[in-house]
């Protein structure tokens, strides 16, 4: 809630700023005769015409420009600043400053309002567009620093090697008593491989590669762990319904991890993986048994603190982390927006 608080904050300071900053410099040559509060308010008025003509053209005409519709940008552009320029030659002709007005030059007076209008549309713009320059530049500075500690820091997003160990150890069984299924097994493995090796090092994947890659995770340790274990799956989306989506790669992984290393349990061993999308939201619920006394493993919780720390970084207070733990099972449940890919 801070992080969003505080980024509103300073969003809204820039906007107060750049306003009174334009406003001092839109009435700086007429500074001399606001010598009363009337004559303060009309050339507030006069400049909150221009700024609002050009706040129209910066968050509704722009974005046609921005999807590439130039002719319907170049219309609307014109017509916004033809209104602004009529409004604004209205206020001046009969309260602002009618004394400056010449009869015999009324269309020079009202290009004289129309060119002031196009200068104040640029002169905005320009500021808009250097203050959204510097804010993705610092995002791109934040993804890249993000990289780096993950690199340095986020080691637990890379799979325990004794995995593939173990999994190389089952190829060799699964070859000896069933050789047909042993190159589809292979294919699973080094696709696993390929995709940390590639991803590592990127800001953002496709959530159809990394759902696939926790299927594959998925299938391997039922491989491994054969019928001792209830392993179950659930994932229903289609790969065309999620492929707009991305995602930080190998954000997923830990849970899942973490779910089948301190699950075994001689009696009632399972793992449950439940994934849903809904809303631009991916919601994610791990549930798994205790493992035997005799059988656990120590946690020293690094990798589920590194993993909120993350998870902290890339959303704010934008996804819910919870862990819940009973006397059979323990279980996990996030929540994350989803990011569509920009095509």
């Given amino acids: 809630m801070?992080?969003?608080?505080?980024?509103?904050?300073?969003?809204?300071?820039q906007e107060i700023i750049i306003f009174w900053?334009?406003?001092?410099?839109?009435?700086?040559?007429?500074?001399?005769?606001?010598?009363?509060?009337?004559?303060f308010?009309?050339?507030?008025?006069?400049?909150?015409?221009?700024?609002?003509?050009?706040?129209?053209?910066?968050?509704?005409?722009?974005?046609?420009?921005?999807?590439?519709?130039?002719i319907m940008y170049f219309f609307s552009s014109f017509a916004v600043i033809l209104i602004g320029s009529a409004v604004l030659f209205t206020a001046n002709l009969f309260w602002?400053?009618?004394?400056?007005?010449?009869?015999?030059?009324?269309?020079?007076?009202?290009l004289y309002h129309f060119v002031i209008c196009i200068i104040s549309t640029v002169t905005i713009m320009a500021l808009s567009l250097m203050q959204r320059?510097?804010?993705?530049?610092?995002?791109?500075?934040?993804?890249?620093?993000?990289?780096?500690?993950?690199?340095?820091?986020?080691?637990?997003?890379?799979?325990?090697?004794?995995?593939?160990?173990?999994?190389?150890?089952?190829?060799?069984?699964?070859?000896?008593?069933?050789?047909?299924?042993t190159p589809g097994l292979i294919v699973k493995l080094s696709e696993m491989m390929r995709y940390q090796i590639e991803n590592g090092n990127v800001a953002k994947v496709s959530l159809t590669d990394e759902i696939e890659f926790i299927r594959n995770y998925t299938d391997m340790e039922r491989e491994r762990i054969g019928k001792r274990s209830d392993i179950i799956f659930n994932f229903s989306e289609s790969a065309e319904d999620i492929?707009?989506?991305?995602?930080?790669?190998?954000?997923?992984i830990t849970l899942v991890e973490n779910s089948f290393k301190h699950s075994q349990n001689n009696s009632n061993w399972f793992v449950h993986i439940n994934i849903a999308i809904t809303d631009d939201s991916l919601h994610l619920k791990i549930e798994n048994s205790l493992a035997d006394k005799n059988l656990q493993k120590p946690s020293t919780k690094v990798g589920l603190n590194n993993l909120r720390q993350r998870l902290a970084y890339l959303y704010g207070d934008r996804f819910t982390f919870h862990e819940n733990r009973s006397e059979l099972s323990y279980s996990t449940t996030l929540n994350i927006p989803l990011e569509k890919t920009l095509l």
């Fill in 96 to 110: 602002i400053q009618p004394e400056f007005f010449d009869a015999d030059e009324f269309l020079f007076n009202f």
């Fill in 21 to 39: 900053a334009m406003f001092v410099l839109t009435m700086l040559h007429e500074w001399i005769f606001i010598n009363s509060l009337e004559n």
């Fill in 133 to 181: 320059y510097a804010i993705e530049l610092q995002h791109r500075n934040r993804d890249q620093l993000l990289l780096n500690e993950m690199n340095l820091k986020f080691l637990h997003t890379q799979l325990n090697p004794h995995f593939f160990f173990n999994m190389l150890n089952n190829l060799y069984g699964v070859s000896l008593t069933e050789p047909g299924r």
């Fill in 41 to 70: 308010l009309k050339g507030f008025v006069f400049f909150l015409i221009l700024y609002i003509q050009a706040q129209i053209h910066r968050f509704f005409i722009f974005n046609f420009y921005l999807g590439k519709r130039y």
């Fill in 2 to 13: 801070k992080t969003r608080t505080g980024t509103t904050r300073k969003m809204l300071y």
């Fill in 243 to 252: 492929s707009l989506y991305s995602i930080s790669p190998l954000l997923l």
